[in-house]
């Protein structure tokens, strides 16, 4: 009898064990299918309220930009796809409650609690930090359009992208990046592209801030109506800018003279056409 008794104990408990299991298996899938419910429920309604709200112009501001223009999705699908599954994700972690996989719910917990903000609010800080950087490329290209600075669609462009590695930056550290080599390598190349930059420019304005300095020095010297001569050049001064005056030789041929010549070497004024000073 004892013999019989133990095998009946142990039968006794698979059955309670597998009654429970099953209860929890059967509750977890009951909540799995409320948690879908729910979640297409209130997904719908966040998309028909942002569709009513005309949100998605704001997704299309983002599309003007050239480095989202292939991006073909709405702002209201993509949110309200994120609230499904934020719902859904709530409704596994009950379900892994009721199931006492402790492990695996805590980790889903920290996804949720933790990861999760971190992510959506980098993402914010990225998007927004893109459109802003459009903004201010946009209000640079058009000011110095009006200004007649030729390289100023250049100077709107580095600027975006400079402003767009900013945010990335600031936003990868939100969603808890360590993002401490990226800033050594990002000093060294910016700090490499400005010396690069400012190296040209300087060689390339050499001439014209001579020119201007020179211009400076020496621009009550001459006027229009001058006859002068210099080196093998003689001619008539027609016109003078900033920078470099323009003789008529006697055969018609105009030349233009920087101002930067006539202030280093020999120029001989042989006469002054008085009527027209």
């Known amino acids: 009898m004892n013999w019989l008794d133990s095998f009946g104990d142990i039968f006794t408990t698979l059955g309670k064990s597998a009654a429970s299991g099953l209860a929890k298996f059967l509750g ?28 998605d112009k704001f997704g299309d501001k983002l599309k003007e930009i050239d480095m989202f223009s292939a991006i073909d999705v709405k702002l209201s699908d993509v949110t309200s796809k994120l609230v499904y599954w934020v719902i859904f994700f709530v409704f596994i972690i009950i379900a892994t409650e009721i199931l006492q996989i ?20 980098a993402a914010v800080i990225f998007f927004v930090g893109v459109f802003m950087s ?26 975006f992208y400079f402003l767009v590695v900013m945010f990335t930056i600031v936003a990868l550290n939100q969603a808890g990046i360590d993002t401490e080599i990226l800033n050594t390598n990002l000093q060294l190349i910016i700090g490499a592209f400005l010396f690069a930059i400012s190296l040209g420019y300087g060689l390339s304005a050499r001439d014209l801030m001579g020119n201007m300095l020179a211009s400076f020095y020496i621009k009550d010297k001459f006027s229009a109506g001058q006859q002068i001569k210099f080196g093998n050049i003689e001619g008539k001064i027609i016109s003078k800018t900033n920078t470099s005056i323009t003789l008529t030789k006697d055969d018609g ?9 006539l202030a280093r070497e020999e120029v001989e004024i042989i006469k002054s056409d008085v009527s027209s000073n």
């Open 253 to 261: 041929n105009q030349v233009v003279i920087p101002l930067s010549k």
């Open 28 to 55: 977890a899938l009951i909540v799995l299918i409320i948690g879908s419910i729910v979640a297409k429920f209130v997904s719908k309604f966040i998309k028909k309220l942002m569709d009513t709200l005309n949100v």
């Open 134 to 159: 459009n903004i201010i490329k946009n209000f640079i290209a058009n000011a110095t359009s009006a200004m007649g600075i030729g390289a100023g669609k250049l100077l709107s462009v580095f600027v």
């Open 102 to 121: 402790k492990a695996l719910n805590e980790a889903m917990t920290d996804v949720l609690t933790v990861y999760l903000p971190r992510f959506l609010s």
